[in-house]
């Protein structure tokens, strides 16, 4: 009778032990889904990655990493408010304490060292979530129609870096939108013309002309083919829309939202962009 007893309590001790780690398993499952390289879709990131942020501790490298993703994958959605949300938490956490304790991970990288191209993670660098949440939330301010604001993180990231072509780009995408004169000619100065994407910004200055970027764009590899056949078709058509060339803009921008990653800041506008004009008379 002894024997029973103590195996009915050993069953069902098996069977309380099993029931509450239902609830951590799941939400390990949960979290994996937030920064894997494969794509689980917005909606099942966002999940995933809320899961990280609500259960982790503020301001750690686990919950930034969580909360960079999750912004990203709101302004796939076009939620730009809870990805602009997400952003500049991520720009405040990234303090100088987080910037040593990421050092203390990984002791031998060096600032001076390329990174691998990932969206998350040790791969942005010592400095990554800071430079690219500001890039991102200056994407998401434009797509708001933030444009004064996204302009002051474009300037940020020019100022950090005079010779990032990409954030010249943008700045003067922001001017343009919002009626102001371009300074990019000045900023051109500062920048490499003999890299990618100065024939963007050739393009931009009036010097070259969107079928030749796009014919530029499509040398190299094939990953750096598609990665610039995005940026070139989305900044010609934006450059199109506001010359009032609707047709080409229409045109660029479609072409911009099939071939640009899903979760790139340009298919996001791109997208964006298209619903509208697809709704203009």
């Known amino acids: 009778m002894t024997t029973q007893r103590w195996r009915l309590y050993l069953g069902c001790a098996l069977i309380i032990g099993l029931i509450s780690g239902l609830p951590a398993r799941a939400e390990a499952a949960e979290a994996k889904r937030c920064t894997t390289t494969a794509d689980p879709g917005a909606d099942a990131r966002i999940a995933g990655c809320s899961v990280v942020i609500e259960h982790g501790k503020p301001a750690t490298p686990q919950v930034i990493e969580a909360r960079f993703a999750r912004a990203g994958a709101y302004l796939r959605k076009g939620d730009v408010d809870h990805a602009i949300d997400d952003y500049k938490i991520v720009i405040e956490q990234s303090s100088a304490g987080l910037l040593a304790a990421f050092d203390r991970a990984a ?95 050739r393009l931009f200055l009036g010097q070259t002309t969107p079928e030749a970027v796009l014919a530029a764009a499509d040398r190299g590899g ?28 229409i045109r660029l921008i479609d072409r911009a939202a099939a071939e640009c990653p899903p979760t790139s800041g340009e298919r996001s506008v791109a997208n964006a962009e298209a619903r509208i004009l697809s709704i203009m008379p």
Not at 131 to 152: H, N
Not at 227 to 248: I, K, P, Y
């Open 222 to 249: 094939p990953a750096v083919r598609k990665a610039r056949r995005c940026e070139a078709s989305f900044f010609a058509g934006e450059l199109m829309l506001q010359q009032s060339r609707e047709a080409d803009a």
């Open 107 to 201: 002791p031998d990288q060096q600032e001076s060292e390329p990174q691998p191209a990932s969206r998350f993670g040790r791969a942005f660098g010592r400095n990554g979530y800071r430079t690219q949440a500001y890039r991102a939330l200056g994407i998401a301010r434009f797509q708001a129609g933030l444009l004064e604001q996204s302009q002051d993180d474009f300037r940020w990231l020019s100022e950090m870096d005079p010779r990032n072509a990409d954030a010249a780009l943008w700045l003067d995408l922001a001017r343009r939108r919002a009626g102001q004169p371009s300074e990019l000619a000045d900023s051109a100065k500062r920048l490499d013309m003999s890299k990618w994407p100065a024939p963007i910004v």
